[in-house]
């Protein structure tokens, strides 16, 4: 298997290209955002490892061409970033998978071995599903009974964290740490108030209630009655 990486921070791409050697792979790396489409088309690698932050061109740019071009490589986007929304954006511009700098190289290999044995031209769904509630990882997108809801990133963050474990209660606190990132309690009502725009679009035109309080513990979601 080729895979090509596209990546300024030598640093990162010396440790990419002497462990996936070590590993079998044939390796190519280069550093400029500019030269990856010449590279992809000469080199038709298998899979091209594509930092998101590149001097000249960007991964995304990178990711929207490839997949414009309709080239037959599977593309794993790198970044430091670990927003919601950046995740969607790279798995919009076509990215097949993305990984948060810094990232254990164990877990590197493994998405590897999974994206050489996904065919690139048969898409495997990855869904989260709670009764007619439906969230596309892949997309971001939100369905109920087939509607498709507008949300923006922190409520789907927070509806991502509650579809991950349905029934399961989890606390303001838990909720705040994993979507905010905030450890301590800061006395603020934001999950609240998340919880209440997304009733309004996920739970209120619909005639069952997914969202539930379990008062002074927590939400959770449940299709159950
Ligand atoms: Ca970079």
Same mark, same amino acid.
């Given at each position: ?7 300024? #921070? ?5 440790? &990419? ?11 190519? @790396? ?16 298998d ?20 997949r ?7 593309v794993?986007? &790198?970044?430091?970033?670990?927003? +919601? =929304?950046? /995740? +969607? ?9 993305? $990984?948060? *700098?810094p990232?254990?190289f164990? #877990? $590197?290999?493994? /998405?590897? #071995?999974?994206?050489? *044995?996904?065919n690139?031209? !048969? ?7 709670v009764?007619? &509630?439906?969230?596309?990882l892949? !997309? ?6 087939? %509607?498709l809801? =507008?949300?923006?990133?922190?409520? &789907? ?6 579809? =991950? ?5 989890f ?6 740490? !994993? +979507? @905010?990132?905030? %450890? #301590?309690?800061? $006395?603020t %009502? +934001? ?5 209440? /725009? $997304?009733?309004? *679009? ?6 069952? %209630?997914?969202?539930? !309080?379990l ?6 979601? =449940?299709?159950?009655?």
């Amino acid at each position: 298997m080729q895979i090509l990486i596209v990546e300024d #921070e030598k640093k990162v791409a010396d440790f &990419l290209v002497r462990g996936l050697r070590a590993e079998g792979y044939f390796i190519d @790396w280069i550093a400029d955002g500019s030269e990856a489409m010449g590279a992809l088309i000469e080199q038709k690698p298998d899979l091209v490892i594509l930092d998101r932050m590149l001097p000249k061109m960007d991964g995304l740019q990178i990711c929207r061409l490839i997949r414009a071009q309709q080239l037959p490589v599977r593309v794993l986007m &790198l970044s430091a970033l670990a927003e +919601v =929304s950046d /995740r +969607v954006d790279g798995l919009r511009a076509g990215a097949d998978d993305y $990984l948060v *700098k810094p990232f254990a190289f164990e #877990e $590197l290999l493994a /998405r590897i #071995e999974a994206l050489s *044995k996904r065919n690139p031209f !048969t898409h495997i769904e990855r869904k989260l599903i709670v009764g007619e &509630l439906e969230l596309d990882l892949d !997309t971001m997108q939100v369905k109920r009974s087939g %509607n498709l809801l =507008s949300l923006t990133a922190k409520e &789907l963050a927070v509806l991502e964290l509650l579809m =991950s474990s349905p029934q399961k209660v989890f606390s303001r606190e838990r909720i705040l740490a !994993t +979507v @905010w990132g905030i %450890n #301590e309690d800061p $006395l603020t %009502n +934001v999950v609240d108030v998340y919880i209440r /725009r $997304l009733r309004k *679009k996920v739970d209120a035109p619909f005639n069952q %209630n997914y969202i539930k !309080t379990l008062r002074g513990i927590g939400y959770c979601l =449940s299709a159950e009655i």
